[in-house]
Nanobody, 112 residues
Framework: VLLQAYGGGLVQAGGSLRLSCAASIFSINVMGWYRQAPGKQRELVATITFDGSTKYADPVKGRFTISRDNAKKTVYLQMNSLKPADTAAYYC?????????WGQGTLVTVSS
């Protein structure tokens, strides 16, 4: 499974960005976003099951929204009220049949 992520960029604090990640094949899966800031470990941002159940990390609750379009094999992350602490490389993840797939990171930089 190949995951193609895009949508990162530079934004001022308080701004918004939308990340997208398209999978190369259809599967029943859990998709999600993780992030890794410089010098820190990769951490969960949000996940969504095939039927739409979501989970969010505490720092992003109320600001980020994860969604998916199963017909397009795509997961989205709408990020609002961005903070400098959200600066990181964001990675798309897909879990299916006990396998774990990662996309390339897309960099999000939030300036103060």
């Amino acid at each position: 499974v190949l995951l193609q992520a895009y949508g990162g960029g530079l934004v001022q604090a308080g701004g918004s960005l939308r990340l997208s990640c398209a999978a190369s094949i259809f599967s029943i899966n859990v998709m999600g976003w993780y992030r890794q800031a410089p010098g820190k470990q990769r951490e969960l941002v949000a996940t969504i099951t095939f039927d739409g159940s979501t989970k969010y990390a505490d720092p992003v609750k109320g600001r980020f929204t994860i969604s998916r379009d199963n017909a397009k094999k795509t997961v989205y992350l709408q990020m609002n009220s961005l903070k400098p602490a959200d600066t990181a490389a964001y990675y798309c993840n897909l879990k299916s049949d006990f396998n774990d797939y990662w996309g390339q990171g897309t960099l999000v930089t939030v300036s103060s």
